[in-house]
Antibody, heavy 119, light 110 residues
Framework: EVQLVQSGAEVKKPGESLKISCKGS????????IGWVRQMPGKGLEWMGI????????RYSPSFQGQVTISVDKSINTAYLQWSSLKASDTAMYYC????????????WGQGTLVTVSS | QSALTQPASVSGSPGQSITISCTGT?????????VSWYQQHPGKPPKLIIY???NRPSGVSNRFSGSKSGNTASLTISGLQAEDEADYYC??????????FGGGTKVTVL
């Protein structure tokens, strides 16, 4: 069974750093891109960026370029999303999802990681 | 890149058909047959229901269908059921090798 399991909810203060994870299982991890999607409270889905685990090729949405870093450790089938200095506006649910090749088909999603940034 | 445009809400009675539009540009929706649709129930992650404009993943009801004309893609739900009440999002591949989502449509079953 294909599974993407994300790390647990986080509560952080503004200015702190954070790295959340997404571990894939049940499929060949290096053959699928892993994308990250933000959903702010009561709002829609926003595509943040994507990484190909086999060679770490990474693409970012212009809206998120420079704001976050996407990385991967293919030895443990895990992708990451990190912030160096959180803001209150980063409060959101973050989902990872896999994509087979080019295109927009995200066929399996993680359960989501809720990040709350508050002083 | 701007979000794709979807109506904020669509409603219908049980058994009816509804259609949700997703409008982009020639750099995304119009330029590629890479439009997908997702269903999201409250508190749940999105679920893929249509990919590559009109293809259904295994296990998805054939009441869901997709199409595209020019820069606008559409999702049709036929035989509307109470369980179809959810938020629906389109997304598209773009000429920048990125992906863009629509703003989402809330479907209400009357």
């Amino acid at each position: 069974e294909v599974q993407l399991v994300q790390s647990g909810a986080e509560v952080k203060k503004p200015g702190e750093s954070l790295k959340i994870s997404c571990k894939g299982s049940g499929y060949r991890f290096t053959s699928y891109w892993i994308g990250w999607v933000r959903q702010m409270p009561g709002k829609g889905l926003e595509w943040m960026g994507i990484i190909y685990p086999d060679d770490s090729d990474t693409r970012y949405s212009p809206s998120f370029q420079g704001q976050v870093t996407i990385s991967v450790d293919k030895s443990i089938n895990t992708a990451y999303l990190q912030w160096s200095s959180l803001k209150a506006s980063d409060t959101a649910m973050y989902y990872c999802a896999r994509r087979r090749s080019g295109g927009s088909r995200f066929d399996s999603w993680g359960q989501g990681t809720l990040v709350t940034v508050s002083s | 890149q701007s979000a794709l445009t979807q109506p904020a809400s669509v409603s219908g009675s049980p058994g009816q058909s509804i259609t949700i539009s997703c409008t982009g540009t020639s750099s995304d929706v119009g330029g590629y047959n890479y439009v997908s649709w997702y269903q999201q129930h409250p508190g749940k992650p999105p679920k893929l229901i249509i990919y590559d404009v009109s293809n259904r993943p295994s296990g998805v009801s054939n009441r869901f269908s997709g199409s595209k004309s020019g820069n606008t893609a559409s999702l049709t739900i036929s035989g509307l059921q109470a369980e179809d009440e959810a938020d629906y999002y389109c997304n598209s591949y773009t000429s920048s090798s990125t992906v863009v989502f629509g703003g989402g449509t809330k479907v209400t079953v009357l």
